[in-house]
């Protein structure tokens, strides 16, 4: 039961950090065409 709960808290980390990454990937990437 235990590791259950342990594998709906990753799903739910892995969601909520899943778009920000993409987000700073993508401002990132917008920076490095600046320069």
């Known amino acids: ?11 739910i980390v892995a969601l909520i950090f899943h778009p920000t990454c993409f ?7 917008n920076i490095e065409k600046k320069q």
């Open 1 to 11: 039961m235990a590791r259950l709960t342990l594998a709906l808290l990753i799903l």
């Open 23 to 29: 987000e700073a990937r993508k401002l990132l990437s």
